[in-house]
Antibody
Framework: QLQLQESGPGLVKPSETLSLTCTVS??????????WGWIRQPPGKGLEWIGN???????YYNPSLKSRVTISVDTSKNEFSLKLRSVLAADTALYYC???????????????WGKGTTVAVSS | EIVLTQSPATLSLSPGERATLSCRAS??????LAWYQQKPGQAPRLLIY???NRATDIPARFSGSGSGTDFTLTISSLEPEDFAVYYC????????FGQGTRLEI
């Protein structure tokens, strides 16, 4: 059974870089059928898509975050990562990694989710 | 950006009743819409994709309908475990979510 697990620091200082990793187990990240990506949820609020990556390295980013986000993949470790630069208090959220179904060249829907990891931005 | 507006914000019903949740898109998303269920302390779970297709292991009491800009998630007879927050999501133009509907007893 496919499982995703987020890891990374739970506290980041303002203006620094948030770095998270998602480790995939029970399946290969190199599957041609899926994208991989990140979603976040501020406390008490709704869901926000951050971006996606395909195992080849091609990426899609939320236009509102694109200038600060980088998503990368390491197929040898079966994991992918998120970097969010110049963080603000508004970036405080529960960060999820997920597997996205794929249709042609686009990510579609999130069919497997990690449990999420909380990141607080505070000095 | 395509904005998804869900209504009502909160729906109060009892077990055994029928629930109807709405999601309206600011422009057509064709049938490229999904519904997710999120319980407290858990990650969202995919219920419906492409407007009307149930995801794996989703009970038949969950159904989706609609196309273009207006979509509905129906739960035919509420079970106690169905009380949660529901989100819609589109994939036509990037990926965006609705703000959620809280289904409460």
């Amino acid at each position: 059974q496919l499982q995703l697990q987020e890891s990374g620091p739970g506290l980041v200082k303002p203006s620094e870089t948030l770095s998270l990793t998602c480790t995939v187990s029970g399946g290969s990240i190199s599957s041609s059928s899926y994208y991989w990506g990140w979603i976040r949820q501020p406390p008490g609020k709704g869901l926000e898509w951050i971006g996606n990556i395909y195992y080849t390295g091609s990426t899609y980013y939320n236009p509102s975050l694109k200038s600060r986000v980088t998503i990368s993949v390491d197929t040898s470790k079966n994991e992918f990562s998120l970097k969010l630069r110049s963080v603000l208090a508004a970036d405080t959220a529960l960060y999820y990694c997920a597997r996205f179904t794929r249709d042609g060249h686009n990510p579609n829907y999130m069919d497997v989710w990690g449990k999420g990891t909380t990141v607080a931005v505070s000095s | 950006e395509i904005v998804l507006t869900q209504s009502p914000a909160t729906l109060s019903l009892s077990p055994g009743e029928r629930a109807t949740l709405s999601c309206r898109a600011s422009q057509s998303v064709s049938s490229y819409l999904a519904w997710y269920q999120q319980k407290p302390g858990q990650a969202p779970r995919l219920l419906i994709y492409d407007a009307s297709n149930r995801a794996t292991d989703i009970p038949a009491r969950f159904s989706g309908s609609g196309s273009g800009t207006d979509f509905t998630l129906t739960i035919s007879s509420l079970e106690p475990e169905d009380f949660a927050v529901y989100y819609c999501q589109q994939r036509t133009n990037w990926i965006t979510f609705g703000q959620g509907t809280r289904l409460e007893i």
